[in-house]
């Protein structure tokens, strides 16, 4: 399995983003979908997270209400909608996978990784 995001970049605070995560490989409906970030210094952090069907959405309580994730399976790809950014939003955003029947919410449950994608919120 391979994963590549993209989407990132500089926004102003209360800017929106839209991330993307494409997958390759064997994928298919047992297989849960998860963003993370990270900044230097701090743990790597759950964002949100989605079961590849679609059916259950999961999210960090510091994006709910403002972060939307949803999933296109006839393309491969996972989106992170990002609304209403703030400049504590500033982190590499990474898309993550594994086999599971569940959402986790920490990083070492998680078997594939993509390299990352860099979002600053900054004026």
């Known amino acids: 399995v391979q994963l590549v995001e993209s989407g990132g970049g500089l926004v102003q605070p209360g800017g929106s983003l839209r991330l993307s995560c494409v997958a390759s490989?064997?994928?298919?409906?047992?297989?849960?979908m998860g963003w993370f970030r990270q900044v230097p210094g701090k743990e790597r952090e759950f964002v949100a997270g989605?079961?590849?069907?679609?059916?259950?959405?999961d999210y960090a309580d510091s994006v709910k209400g403002r972060f939307t994730v949803s999933i296109d399976n006839a393309k491969n790809t996972v989106y992170l909608q990002m609304n209403n950014l703030k400049p504590e939003d500033t982190a590499l955003y990474s898309c993550?996978?594994?086999?599971?029947?569940?959402?986790?919410?920490?990083?070492?449950?998680?078997?594939?990784w993509g390299q990352g994608t860099q979002v600053t919120v900054a004026s």
């Open positions: 993550t996978t594994t086999v599971g029947q569940r959402i986790y919410s920490k990083g070492a449950a998680y078997a594939y």
């Open positions: 490989g064997v994928i298919f409906r047992g297989y849960v």
């Open positions: 989605i079961k590849w069907s679609g059916s259950t959405t």
